[in-house]
C-alpha cells in the first residue's frame, strides 16, 4: 500500500549494514611473521573495522531507543519500531505501543503492518479511518488506496476519490496524481480535466516525478504549438530520468524520427531504459525494433505507450 518505513526516523537510525568479516587470510595478521599490507587488504581491513563500529552504534541507538519507548516515548516506540520494520515479530509490539500511547503516526504504521495480514484488515483500515479524521495524510491516502482496490473495505470509488483529494489538500503529493486521474478519467465523480492538470502540475512542482510524468503524458496528447510540445516532452525527460519507466516509453516513441521513420539513438535508448525500469511493453517495442523485417514506422502510433 504505502512505504511505511519512510515514516520512522532518520536515516542516522536505521539499521546499519552487517559488519564486514576478515578473511580467513587477514587472521594471520596475528602471526609471528608479519605479512606485508598490501593496499587491497587494507582496504579491506578499514572496511571490516568502519562495519564492526557502525553495528556497534546501531546496537547503541537500539538500546536508547528501547529504554526510551520503555519509559513510555511514544516517539521511540514508533522509531524503533520502523527501523525494524523487516523484523515483525519485534516491529509489531513496539508499533501497538506508540498508537496505544496515543501517536497518530504510531497507528498509521501499525496499520500498514497490519495491512499485510488479511486477518488483520479490518483493523488496519480502522486506524486509518481514525487517523484520517484527525488529518493525517498518509492515512487518508491509505484509506484511498483501499477503497479504490477494495482492500479490507468495500470497493467504493467515490471514497477513494475524496480521500486523494483530501491527502492531497493536507499535503500528501503523491496522492494528488491518484486524485488528477480520478478526476481526469470521472472516477467516483464528475470530470474535471482542468483541476487533474492542476494537480498534476502541483505534485510535480513538489517533487513528485508522477506528477511530471502526468503532466508530460496529458501535454503531449493535447498541444496545439511545438511550444506546448516541447514543453510536455521536457516533463518526460525530467520523469525518465527520475526511473518513470512510462514516461521513458512516451518520451521515446514521441521523439521526432530519422529518416524512413528510424528511431534516433536518444529514441531508442529512452525505450530501452523503460525496459530495463520493468515495463513490459517497452520491451515488446524494442524486441520489435531489433527484428530484420521490423517497421519502426508501425510503432508511432498513439496507442504505443498507452
Known amino acids: 500500500m504505502m512505504a511505511w518505513g519512510l515514516l520512522g526516523p532518520c536515516s542516522a537510525c536505521t539499521a546499519a549494514p552487517s559488519a564486514r568479516r576478515l578473511s580467513a587470510s587477514d587472521a594471520s595478521e596475528g602471526s609471528a611473521v608479519a605479512q606485508p599490507v598490501v593496499p587491497a587488504r587494507a582496504e579491506a581491513q578499514a572496511q571490516a573495522a568502519q562495519g564492526r563500529r557502525e ?7 537500539e538500546a536508547l531507543y528501547q529504554r526510551g519507548c520503555d519509559l513510555g516515548s511514544a516517539l521511540s516506540c514508533n522509531d524503533l519500531g520502523v527501523s525494524l520494520e523487516r523484523e515483525r515479530a519485534r516491529s509489531r509490539p513496539l508499533l501497538e505501543r506508540a498508537c496505544s500511547l496515543g501517536l497518530q503516526r504510531g497507528c498509521v504504521n501499525l496499520a500498514g503492518l497490519l495491512m499485510e495480514d488479511e486477518a ?28 479504490y482496490a477494495g482492500h479490507g473495505t468495500t470497493r467504493d470509488l467515490t471514497r477513494a476519490a ?17 486524485a488528477g486521474w480520478m478526476l481526469d478519467s470521472g472516477e467516483g465523480g464528475a470530470q474535471d480535466a482542468r483541476r487533474a492538470v492542476e494537480l498534476f502540475r502541483l505534485a510535480c512542482e513538489r517533487g513528485v516525478a508522477a506528477g511530471c510524468t502526468a503532466l508530460g503524458l496529458k501535454g503531449v496528447e493535447s498541444a496545439t504549438s511545438q511550444a506546448e510540445f516541447d514543453l510536455a516532452m521536457g516533463y518526460l525527460k525530467t520523469s525518465c530520468e527520475h526511473e518513470q519507466a512510462l514516461a521513458c516509453l512516451v518520451l521515446g516513441v514521441k521523439m521526432p524520427r530519422e529518416g524512413g521513420g528510424r528511431f534516433s539513438a536518444s529514441a531508442r535508448a529512452a525505450v530501452d531504459r523503460a525496459c530495463q525500469l520493468g515495463l513490459p511493453r517497452a520491451c515488446e517495442l524494442a524486441h520489435r525494433l531489433d527484428a530484420p523485417d521490423g517497421n519502426p514506422a508501425d510503432s508511432s502510433g498513439p496507442n504505443e505507450a498507452e
Open 55 to 61: 553495528s556497534s552504534a546501531n546496537a547503541s541507538k
Open 120 to 147: 488483520e484488515l479490518p483493523r488496519a483500515v480502522s486506524l486509518l479511518d481514525h487517523a484520517c479524521a484527525l488529518r493525517d495524510p498518509l492515512a487518508c491516502s491509505g484509506i484511498a488506496d483501499a477503497a
Open 162 to 178: 475524496k480521500n486523494y483529494d483530501r491527502a492531497c489538500e493536507l499535503g500528501h503529493f503523491t496522492a494528488c496524481v491518484s
